[in-house]
C-alpha cells in the first residue's frame, strides 16, 4: 500500500498519493443568510442552554458529572449541517450540544440532567448517558474513547444494510490515544466503513494539555498507519467547520472509507463543574472569548453584510431564552422516577 502523502503546512493527510487539498480557513465558505440565522440560533440555543444547566448544577438540582460544551458550539452546529436526518451520531459525555443540535427536545434533554423521569433515559442516564433511537443520536458515553468503536460499529451497520449513511463519530484530545480507537481505524479503514471521526480538540484532556499528553500534536494525522485521510480545521468558525464536514461527510458516503477531521476548538469553563481549571491562565481564556467566540463570530458577519439587524438578534436570544427557561420549569416540575425503575433498561431479550 502506497504511503499517505503528507504536506504539513497545508495541514491535511491524504490516502494514497493523491496531494491533499488545502484545508479551508475561515472566510473560505459563504453561507446565505438564513443559513448564517440558523447556525447562530443554534449555537446559542446550546450556549444558553450550557449556561443554565451550570447554574443549575450549582443549585443543587443537577448530579454527579456534568460537563459543559460553552465554546465548543461551532463544531457541533457545522458538522450537523452537512448530514442527512438517517445518519448516525455519537459522542462523549460532553454531549448535551450534540443533543441539541440533533434536533432532541430541550425539555427531554434538561428533564434527563436532573433526574427525572421525563427525560431521555427516563432520569437514569443524567449527562452522560442519554440517547434518541428517533434521531439516532446514540449517546453519550462516560467510559473516554469507548464510543469510537460503537461509532465504527454504526457504520458497519450503514454499510451492511446496503444503505447511503454515515456515522459521526466525535471523541476528544483526551481520547485520541486510546488503544480502542485505533484498533477501530484499522476496522473502519480495512472494511472502508463510512465513518467521519471528529477530534474535538479543546487544547486539555481534563487538566493536561495536549502537548503534554501526545507525542504527536497533530492528531488529524492518527490514521495515517491506516491511510485514512485527514485534515486539521478551524473548530471555532462554524463555515470553515461546514466545508470540511462537507468534504469529509461525501467522502465516507460514496464508500471510500473513514476520514479524520481535527476541529480546533476551545472550552470555556473547566472539565466538568467541579473543575476549578487553575491549570490555565485567564488571559488564555479570554482572548478565546474575546476574539475567537464562534456565535460572536457568526454575530459579526450578520451585521456586517447587513443581513440581519440588532433588533432581529435580540429577539433570537429572547426567543431562545424562553425556550430554556421553559426546559429548566419542566425539569423541576416533573417527577423522580418510581424506585421500580431500578430493575427496567437493564437487559434486552433478543
Known amino acids: 500500500m502506497a504511503k499517505p502523502a503528507v504536506k504539513p503546512k497545508d495541514e491535511s493527510v491524504s490516502a494514497g498519493s493523491k496531494p491533499p487539498a488545502k484545508s479551508p480557513s475561515p472566510g473560505d465558505?459563504?453561507?446565505?443568510?438564513?443559513?448564517?440565522?440558523?447556525?447562530?440560533?443554534?449555537?446559542?440555543?446550546?450556549?444558553?442552554?450550557?449556561?443554565?444547566?451550570?447554574?443549575?448544577?450549582?443549585?443543587?438540582?443537577?448530579g454527579g458529572f456534568c460537563h459543559l460544551y460553552i465554546g465548543q458550539e461551532a463544531v457541533v452546529v457545522g458538522m450537523q449541517s452537512t448530514i442527512e436526518a438517517k445518519d448516525s451520531i455519537i459522542t462523549s459525555y460532553r454531549d448535551h450540544g450534540h443533543m441539541l443540535a440533533a434536533g432532541m427536545d430541550p425539555k427531554g434533554v434538561m428533564a434527563e440532567l436532573t433526574g427525572r423521569s421525563t427525560g431521555y433515559s427516563k432520569g437514569k442516564g443524567g449527562s452522560m448517558h442519554m440517547f434518541s433511537r428517533e434521531k439516532n443520536f446514540y449517546g453519550g458515553h462516560g467510559i473516554v474513547g469507548a464510543q469510537v468503536p460503537i461509532g465504527?460499529?454504526?457504520?458497519?451497520?450503514h454499510k451492511y444494510n446496503g444503505a447511503k449513511n454515515v456515522s459521526l463519530t466525535y471523541f476528544g484530545d483526551g481520547s485520541a490515544n486510546q488503544g480502542q480507537v485505533y484498533e477501530a481505524m484499522n476496522m473502519a479503514a480495512l472494511w472502508k466503513l463510512p465513518?467521519?471521526?471528529?477530534?474535538?480538540?479543546?487544547?486539555?484532556?481534563?487538566?493536561?494539555?495536549?502537548?503534554?499528553?501526545?507525542?504527536?500534536?497533530e492528531l488529524y494525522r492518527h490514521g495515517e498507519a491506516f491511510s485514512i485521510?485527514?485534515?486539521?480545521?478551524?473548530?471555532?468558525?462554524?463555515?470553515?467547520?461546514?466545508?470540511?464536514?462537507?468534504?469529509?461527510?461525501?467522502?465516507?458516503?460514496?464508500g471510500k472509507g473513514p476520514y479524520i477531521l481535527e476541529m480546533q476548538t476551545y472550552r470555556y469553563r473547566g472539565h466538568?463543574?467541579?473543575?476549578?481549571?487553575?491549570?490555565r491562565?485567564?488571559?488564555?481564556?479570554?482572548?478565546?472569548r474575546n476574539e475567537r467566540d464562534p456565535i460572536d463570530h457568526v454575530r459579526k458577519i450578520l451585521l456586517d453584510e447587513k443581513k440581519t439587524d440588532e433588533a432581529a438578534l435580540k429577539a433570537v436570544d429572547a426567543e431562545i431564552r424562553k425556550i430554556v427557561n421553559d426546559a429548566a420549569e419542566y425539569a423541576q416540575h416533573s417527577p423522580e422516577p418510581d424506585p421500580s425503575e431500578l430493575w427496567t433498561d437493564v437487559l434486552v431479550e433478543a
Do not use: C, H, W
Not at 465504527?152 to 451497520?157: E, I, K, N, P, S
Not at 491562565?281 to 478565546?288: G, I, L, N
Open 195 to 217: 465513518v467521519v471521526y471528529i477530534i474535538e480538540n479543546n487544547r486539555y484532556g481534563m487538566g493536561t494539555s495536549v502537548e503534554r499528553a501526545s507525542a504527536t500534536t
Open 29 to 62: 465558505n459563504s453561507a446565505s443568510a438564513e443559513q448564517l440565522k440558523s447556525y447562530y440560533r443554534d449555537m446559542l440555543l446550546i450556549r444558553r442552554f450550557e449556561e443554565r444547566a451550570g447554574q443549575l448544577y450549582g443549585m443543587g438540582l443537577i
Open 152 to 157: 465504527t460499529g454504526l457504520a458497519f451497520v
Open 229 to 254: 485521510p485527514g485534515e486539521r480545521v478551524d473548530g471555532m468558525d462554524v463555515l470553515a467547520v461546514r466545508t470540511a464536514g462537507e468534504k469529509a461527510v461525501e467522502y465516507a458516503r460514496s
Open 272 to 279: 466538568s463543574m467541579s473543575d476549578p481549571a487553575k491549570y
Open 281 to 288: 491562565t485567564k488571559e488564555e481564556v479570554d482572548k478565546y
